[in-house]
């Protein structure tokens, strides 16, 4: 058994539920277990079990059922069917990466062509106990066949937000008031994750809209990434985000 960790994705989940403004925006969400995995799979009928521990996209599995105890497994950019909830348990502790795992409700992110698009929210505040700022925003549109955005791991394309949202079919001022909400979101999420870290600075969001527009915050960073925003074309938004690092 390993020894888990305070500082992970389930203990951030946890304390974001704790705020009645985000508990509408969290999938539902548990620490692995043969158990919860059963309970949650009937529940929500397709669900994501992912690394509590970040991985930057790799070992993520999305497991659906079929139906007369059929399961499909889809993990990187393959699908298994297989039969029997305890052989499909079976396979993926076998094939998971050697960390503790989270459970959580699937949730039918808005497509492009059948590619699954989300966004990377950074939030950050200066040394100076500056209030919390969103700094820069993206979307991530995955690579065919992937369940996950992570642009290196899934050759995703990297997109400004209003672009995104314009391939889905949402107009530009739609658009800009669901760009808005992100960000009032993603702010309240950092000050409730600031009663867990007080002296934590920077937080990376992983946010999505599903096919109602509704968002829905599928993870929080505390180490976020910041490669992606160079391939924006405005590079205002890196310069942002390193000055705010910085200072």
Same mark, same amino acid.
């Not at 989300?118 to 106990?129: L, W």
């Given at each position: 058994?390993?020894?888990?960790?305070?500082?992970?994705?389930?203990?951030?989940?946890? *304390?974001?539920?704790?705020?009645?403004? &985000?508990?509408?925006?969290?999938?539902?969400?548990?620490?692995?277990?043969?158990?919860?995995?059963?309970?949650?799979?009937? @529940?929500?009928?397709?669900?994501? &079990?992912?690394?509590?521990?970040?991985?930057?996209?790799?070992?993520?599995?999305?497991?659906?059922? &079929?139906?007369?105890?059929?399961? *499909?497994?889809?993990?990187?950019?393959?699908?298994?069917?297989?039969?029997?909830?305890?052989?499909?348990?079976?396979?993926?502790?076998?094939?998971?990466?050697?960390?503790?795992?989270?459970?959580?409700?699937?949730?039918?992110?808005?497509?492009?062509?059948?590619?699954?698009?989300?966004?990377?929210?950074?939030? *950050?505040?200066? @040394?100076?106990?500056?209030?919390?700022?969103?700094?820069?925003?993206?979307?991530?549109?995955?690579?065919?066949?992937?369940?996950?955005?992570?642009?290196?791991?899934?050759?995703?394309?990297?997109?400004?937000?209003?672009?995104?949202?314009?391939?889905?079919?949402?107009?530009?001022?739609?658009?800009?008031?669901?760009?808005?909400?992100?960000?009032?979101?993603?702010?309240?999420?950092?000050? /409730?994750?600031?009663?867990?870290?007080?002296?934590?600075?920077?937080?990376?969001?992983?946010?999505?809209?599903? /096919?109602?527009?509704?968002?829905?915050?599928?993870?929080?960073?505390?180490?976020?990434?910041?490669?992606?925003?160079?391939?924006?074309?405005?590079?205002?938004?890196?310069?942002?985000?390193?000055?705010?690092?910085?200072?």
């Amino acid at each position: 058994m390993y020894k888990f960790q305070n500082k992970t994705k389930y203990q951030r989940y946890l *304390q974001l539920s704790k705020s009645k403004v &985000l508990e509408g925006h969290l999938p539902a969400t548990d620490l692995f277990s043969p158990q919860s995995f059963a309970d949650f799979i009937k @529940k929500y009928n397709t669900v994501i &079990l992912k690394p509590a521990i970040g991985s930057r996209g790799a070992g993520v599995f999305k497991i659906s059922s &079929l139906g007369k105890n059929t399961y *499909q497994v889809h993990t990187e950019n393959t699908t298994s069917i297989l039969n029997g909830i305890k052989e499909t348990t079976n396979y993926f502790k076998e094939n998971k990466k050697p960390c503790p795992y989270m459970v959580q409700q699937w949730v039918p992110l808005a497509e492009h062509e059948g590619k699954p698009m989300d966004f990377r929210v950074m939030v *950050q505040r200066k @040394k100076t106990a500056t209030p919390w700022t969103v700094t820069g925003k993206l979307a991530r549109l995955a690579g065919p066949g992937y369940i996950v955005t992570n642009n290196k791991r899934s050759k995703a394309t990297v997109l400004t937000p209003l672009e995104a949202l314009k391939l889905i079919g949402v107009d530009s001022n739609t658009g800009k008031n669901l760009l808005m909400k992100i960000d009032n979101i993603a702010l309240e999420a950092a000050k /409730q994750l600031t009663k867990y870290r007080p002296n934590h600075r920077v937080w990376g969001l992983d946010m999505g809209v599903d /096919q109602d527009n509704h968002i829905w915050i599928i993870e929080a960073n505390n180490a976020p990434m910041i490669i992606s925003f160079k391939d924006l074309n405005d590079q205002g938004v890196l310069k942002l985000i390193k000055q705010y690092k910085d200072g």
